[in-house]
């Protein structure tokens, strides 16, 4: 059983950053693929960006691609988002999920095995 806990979220304006972190526990962090999703209001859950799990693959979702970057310390147990350039739309709520044995991470929510609680990202005009 993996426990993850995502941290890192707030409040900042347009054209801000942010930098998300989730921490992980309870299992070998290493043999995990890693994604971060959002969800707003109304809205479905939706693929932010994933990692493999010895970090060699990652890919963003078109949508935030080129302001958000996803990287990985296995040694520390931890996937961190960093978010540049933030827009209204972004604003959403964080989960970041892992995904046991995988080689890529996929863009599916239906597909990973453990959840954190969410992190609240809200950004203003």
């Known amino acids: 059983q993996v426990h993850l806990v995502e941290s890192g979220g707030g409040s900042v304006q347009a054209g801000g950053s942010l930098r998300l972190s989730c921490e992980a526990s309870?299992?070998?962090?290493?043999?995990?693929?890693v994604a971060w999703f959002r969800q707003a209001p109304g809205k479905e859950r939706e693929f932010v960006s994933g990692?493999?799990?010895?970090?060699?693959?990652?890919y963003t979702a078109e949508s935030v691609k080129g302001r958000i970057t996803i990287s990985r310390d296995n040694a520390k147990n931890t996937v961190s988002l960093q978010m540049n350039r933030l827009k209204p739309e972004d604003t959403a709520v964080y989960y970041c999920?892992?995904?046991?044995?995988?080689?890529?991470?996929?863009?599916?929510?239906?597909?990973?095995?453990?959840w954190g609680q969410g992190t609240q990202v809200t950004v203003s005009s």
């Open positions: 999920a892992a995904q046991y044995g995988v080689t890529r991470p996929s863009t599916r929510p239906s597909d990973y095995d453990y």
């Open positions: 309870g299992g070998t962090f290493g043999a995990y693929g």
């Open positions: 990692i493999s799990p010895n970090g060699g693959i990652d």
